[in-house]
Nanobody, 121 residues
């Protein structure tokens, strides 16, 4: 069971980045998937989640209108399009999976490794 995140990097404030997370080793097409982040010295926090069908999404208030979560056609890949990035968006971003969006937002069953996102001012 593996969740492989990629796409992080360094970007200036106001810029955009797109993260992706590929799932393998299990039938993740039937799982909800999502993203968390952890800033230096802070706890990991929920960012966004998407249902197995892609029809239901959930966002943290601080990213609404700026970030968009989506799934690939095979549903085993999830994307996070991040626009209008702010320095406070800096952190390690982790992908996660669980039975539904509520589970993913609270206590994911599976975690991937993180990818660093740094937003400079």
């Amino acid at each position: 069971v593996q969740l492989q995140a990629s796409g992080g990097g360094l970007v200036q404030a106001g810029g955009s980045l797109s993260l992706s997370c590929a799932a393998s080793g299990r039938t993740f097409s039937s799982y909800a998937m999502g993203w968390f982040r952890q800033a230096p010295g802070k706890e990991r926090e929920f960012v966004a989640a998407i249902s197995w069908s892609g029809g239901n999404t959930k966002y943290a208030d601080f990213v609404k209108g700026r970030f968009t979560i989506s799934r690939g056609n095979a549903r085993s890949t999830v994307y996070l399009q991040m626009n209008s990035l702010k320095p406070e968006d800096t952190g390690v971003y982790y992908c996660a999976a669980g039975d539904n969006t509520m589970v993913v937002a609270a206590t994911p069953s599976y975690w991937g490794q993180g990818t660093q996102v740094t937003v400079s001012s």
